[in-house]
C-alpha cells in the first residue's frame, strides 16, 4: 500500500548537503538487557548529511541504539558500519562520533576552553592549534569570549553550546545529540532548533538526534525514524511520516488523530470505500488500498483536516450520491470547545456517540464564536485525507 | 510552616539542651581538667598544682617527642597513603558493580566495623607471625619451587627462612591500613557513587582513555570525597594506640603509646595532658586543611 500512496507525498525539502553514500548502517542489530528486549532486529541506513531523527516514546529503544553507535552498549546482535567499517572493536574514544549528552555532561572543574579543548588535547593535537580551533568552535555556537568563565557562570542553554562546541571542535564524522532540546524551556527550545538546523547546514556534519518530542523531530529533522518496543516502526521524511503512517502507532505518536476501525467493503484502482461502525456513511477514499476486501482496516483522520459546518437540528446525514463530490460527511454536535488563540479546538460527538477531535484555524477575529456547546455540524472531509492503515 | 527558635523557645530548648549539657557534661568538662592539667607540675603521686607553668610544652618540643611525632605523622600519612592508593581502585569497583553487587561488596567492607579491634589484630598476629599463615603459604611455594627445581635436575633451594612481618614498623602500617581501609572506601565510595557517570562517559567520547579519564575527570572531581577520606583515616590513624602497642617492636612507639605511658606507668598526667593537647593541635591543623579543599572545590562548581 505504501508505495502507491507515497507517490503522492509533496516533494521533500530541498536538503543538497545530504549525499547518496550510507555513513551509517545498522545491519540487524539486537540489544538485549537481561531479559529485555531494547533494540530488536534494527537494520536501518543513515546517509551523509542528514540531520536524522530516532524519534519513539521513553523506553522505545532509541537511546540505547545512539548509545550504540558512540560506544557505551555493545550490540548482543547484529553489526554497527561507520563508513563502511564495522567499529565492533573500537571503544569510544576511538570512534570517529561525537555525543552531546542529555545532560550536557559538561566537566564542572574546568573552564569553558578547556572543555572545548578536551578533545584536540586527548588527540595530542599541538597547543597553539588547539587555542585556534577552541575560539572557532566557541563562535561557531555563539559564546565567543566566554573561553575563561567556569561551567557555573552559564546558563543551561549556554552549557549546551559549550557541549556542542566541545563535541563539533573534533570534527567527527557524525555528532550525535541525547534530547537536545529536553531540559531547555518553550522560548529557548524554538530558538535552538533553527539553530541547530542552521548550525548543521554550516558545518555539513550527519547529526543523529535521539528525542521523544514529535514536534521536534519535524521540525528539525531531514529524516525521521519511529521506534516502538525496539522495533523501526517507519523511516521516513516529517511530512511522509505525518501524512502517510504505515501504522497506528506512528499515526497516534506523531501528531494528533481520530482512529476508526472498519472494514474494506470495495478496493479499486482510484477508490476504495470502509466502512466504519462509528461513521454512518461508509468512508469514501479516491485512492486504492493494496488489501484483501473485507478485512480489518483502521482510519486515520487528521483534526486539522475536518472542516465543520452548521447544521440545522434534525437535519439528517446526506446520502453518498448527494454529498459534495470526493467529499465524506458526518454528522455531529459540539461537546467541548478548546481555544488556543491560534486555533480552537472542537470535541465533536458522532451520531453514533464516537467522539473525534477538529482543529479549526481562526483565520478570522470572529471565527471562535462560529460555533458553540451542543450546536449540531456537518463534519465535512475530503477524499483523500484519511490514511487506511492495515496494522 | 518554617520556624525559627525565637518562635518556639520551649521546643527548641527542650531539644537542644539534653545533648549540650551531655557534651557539657562528658566531654567540654573533662578536657578543660586535662588542658589545665598541662600548665600544672606534680606534687605528689595523686595530686596536681595548677601552676601556669609551660614546662610541660617545653618538654614535649624537645627532641625526643618531636622525633615521636614526626614519626606519627610519617605513619599515619603512609598508612593514609595505601589506604588511598588501595581503596580507591575497591571504591570505584564498587560505585561501577551491579546494584545486587553494590550491597554484598559494600557489606564485606562494613564487616570489619562489627569486630572487636582487639580480635581484629590478633588475627592479623596470628596471619603475619613466623608460623602463621604467610610464612605457611610461602614456605609451601619455597618447598615446591624447590621440589621442582630437584625433578628437572638443578640444585635444591635451601632451607626456607621463615619472614619477620611482625613486630616492626612495616607491622604496624599493615595493620594501620587493615585497620583504616573502610574509613577510606566509604566516603570515597559515596563520593564516586554520585558522579555523573555522563561526565565519564563524555570524557570517553573525546578520545581519553580510561586512565586519564580518571585522571583528568573522576579525580578532580572526586576531591572532596578524597579529601574527607584522607582525613577520617588520617585523624585516627595518628592516634592509633592498639596497633602500634600489639605489632610494633621498641622502635615503633607512636605518640598514643608515648601519651599511654605519662598517664599510666610514669603517672606524669601534667606532662601526659600536654602531649595529647599538642596531638590534638596537629588533628585540627589537618581538619583544617581538609576544609580549604573542600570550599576551593566548592567553589569551582
Redesign the interface.
Known sequence: MSEAVVSNAPAPKPTPHVKDNAIIRFEGVTKRFDRVMAVDNVTLDIREGEFFALLGPSGCGKTTLLRML???ETPTEGRILIDGKDVADL????RP???V???Y?V???MKVADNVG??LK??RVPGEEIKTRVAEALELVKLGGYGDR???QLSGGQRQRV?LA??LV?RPRVLLLDEPLSALDAKLRDQMRSELTSLQEKVGITFIMVTHDQDEALAIATRCAVMNRGVLAQVATPADLYEFPNSRFVADFVGSVNLFEGVLERDEQNEAQVRCPEISSPVYLDHGVTGARGSTVWVALRPEKIEMHKRKNGETAPKMEDAPAGANVAAGIVRDIVYLGSETNYEIELESGRRIKTFRSNLTRYDQEDFTWDEPVWLAWHACSPAVLLS | MEQTWRQAKAAFAAIAIPPLAWLLLFFIVPMTVIWAYSFGENTGPTTIDFTGTFANYMRAVEPLYLEIFGKSLVVAGLTTVLCLIVGFPVALAIAFASPRMKSWLLLLIMLPFWTNLLIRTYALIAVLREQGYVNFTLEWLWNNASGLMTFVGLQPLGEYEPLTLLYNNSAVIIGLVYVHLPFMVLPLYSALDRM?R??M?????????HM?TIL??VV??AAPGIASGVLITFIPALGAYLTPDLLGGTDSQMIANVIERQFKRANDWPFGAALSFLLMYLTFAAIAMQALVQRR?ER??
Open positions: 558512540a560506544g557505551f571503544p569510544p574514544n576511538k562520533v561525537n555525543m549528552f542529555q545532560s555532561a566537566f564542572p572543574h578536551y578533545g586527548m588527540d567556569m561551567p557555573d557541549a566541545r563535541a573534533k | 555523573d555522563s561526565l562517559e563524555a570524557s570517553l567520547d573525546l578520545g581519553a582513555g586519564r583528568l575527570v578532580p572531581l572545590s569551582r562548581r
